[in-house]
Nanobody
């Protein structure tokens, strides 16, 4: 088990919702930027959403279009991704990641992220 562990994935129908969770087991991540990325079969890992250490700022990919909401509960050391109105194109493995403690940096590319979970699979069928 790594420092981050995702859960909440599954197989769902188009138009339904899922909430992904990411728990940090070994670190207190209150000051770390955290993010969700996803990787569909045969494709590169794409940025989904990111949130600043204290949760005051969030950033999302343009295609999210308000369907997904990132949030965090620092008291529970947990990151969330609420995904609504899921489409088949959202089928992917979703990863959470953490970086940049004690800074204001919130990267929207994967390279700066230091810690990663193993991923949770989301499959959306039509």
């Amino acid at each position: 088990q790594g420092p981050l562990e995702e859960s909440g994935g599954g197989s769902v129908q188009t138009g339904t919702s899922l909430r992904l969770s990411c728990v940090a087991s070994d670190h207190t991540l209150g000051t770390w930027a955290m993010a969700w990325f996803r990787q569909a079969p045969g494709k590169e890992r794409d940025f989904v959403s990111a949130i600043a250490g204290h949760g005051n700022s969030t950033y999302s990919a343009d295609w999210v279009k308000g369907r997904f909401t990132i949030s965090r509960d620092n008291a529970k050391n947990t990151l969330y991704l609420q995904m609504n109105n899921l489409h088949p194109e959202d089928t992917a493995v979703y990863y959470c990641a953490a970086c940049c403690p004690d800074t204001m940096v919130v990267p929207t590319t994967w390279a700066p992220y230091e810690y990663w979970g193993q991923g949770t699979r989301v499959t959306v069928s039509s």
